[in-house]
């Protein structure tokens, strides 16, 4: 298990640079960007896809850091009811698909993305009661539409040998651990969870519990190292689900922020051994979105929590218990 980062943060400077800092702070693994909402600032699919040449300077780069990649990242709707919003994610995703498996790096990151309603609305629907009625016939609907599509992509992914991990997240079908397990079932392994605790604070799930509900399956494929903070003296008041802006800080009932200021170091290692005990051995990779901190200081604070969380050996015998 090795520290990571999500380059989103670092989207203006240069992918050679980006790589330079994050290796002098102790990264071990990137996760870059190549399309839908995170952007492609480091990593262009159309010039690295089919170009051995390109992909070759990219692995050069990498190693000249001591850095690998741990997934490639493209969050969108390809389940949007204006068909060229949901083919263009599609493209990103399969396109994604297709060169994580040429670098080697074997994951995908993305989004279950959130049908409408029904087949002639416009908007996408996030359903969260099962009442009127019609609002579960709705949810209904959305879970055929889903099914149908990623029991497609499964299959790309699979001739691709690359897992898909969806990260589960608030305005997508797919936003708790209950609906992740439906989705796999429904599909197939290569289906998984790019786990961010981040999206379950504030819906009061124990992220530690949904560790071990998806590890049990070996349903973990990725891990999001990022923090939420529910402030009380908001969400007392009108709950959770809230709407004001993210740059209305002190107006908001929660707050994504730096891995340590929602929850302790002691609560991240519980975290890094929960996942140890799941048998992940992949990147802790952090996205940073705390708006108040800069993407550095965020970054840094994260790196410097985690470090002293995560196991640098693996287990040695349990000679007390012989």
Excluded at 23 to 37: F, H, Q, R, T
Excluded at 224 to 246: E, I, P, S
Excluded at 279 to 301: F, M, N, P, Q, V
């Amino acid at each position: 298990m090795d520290v990571g980062v999500l380059t989103v943060p670092l989207g203006g400077e240069s992918l050679e640079d980006a790589l330079a800092y994050l290796s002098d702070i102790g990264v071990g693994a990137v996760e870059l960007a190549c399309g839908g909402y995170p952007g492609e600032a480091h990593i262009d699919r159309s010039h690295y896809l089919d170009d051995e040449d390109a992909q070759a300077e990219l692995q050069a780069l990498l190693d000249e850091h001591d850095l690998r990649v741990s997934a490639l990242a493209t969050h969108n709707n390809p389940l949007h009811p204006d068909e060229e919003t949901a083919a263009e994610a599609d493209t990103e995703l399969r396109e994604a698909i297709e060169l994580s498996a040429q670098l080697g790096a074997d994951v995908v990151t993305c989004f279950s993305g959130l049908p409408a309603g029904g087949p002639n609305d416009e908007v996408p629907n996030w359903i969260t009661a099962p009442w009127p009625t019609e609002h579960a016939d709705a949810h209904e609907y959305q879970w055929d539409v889903a099914v149908e599509y990623w029991t497609d992509i499964a299959e790309h992914a699979d001739d691709h040998g690359v897992d898909v991990a969806i990260e589960m997240h608030p305005n997508m079908l797919v936003y708790e651990p209950t609906g992740m397990a439906k989705l796999r079932k429904a599909t197939n392994e290569r289906i998984g969870a790019n786990f961010d605790p981040s999206h379950l604070y504030w819906q009061g799930i124990d992220v530690t519990k949904a560790i071990r509900f998806l590890g049990e399956e070996d349903a973990i494929h990725h891990f999001h190292a990022k923090d939420t903070k529910v402030y009380d003296a908001n969400a007392d008041l009108k709950g959770v689900l809230d709407t004001d802006a993210y740059t209305e800080e002190v107006d908001r009932s929660w707050l994504f922020r730096s891995v340590g200021y929602g929850h302790g170091e002691e609560h991240w290692k519980d975290v890094v051994s929960t996942l140890r005990m799941v048998d992940y051995d992949g990147a802790l990779s952090i996205e940073h979105e705390d708006s108040l901190t800069s993407s550095r200081e965020g970054l840094e604070k994260a790196v410097d929590v985690l470090q002293r969380a995560v196991f640098e050996t693996q287990p040695g015998d349990a000679y007390w218990a012989e």
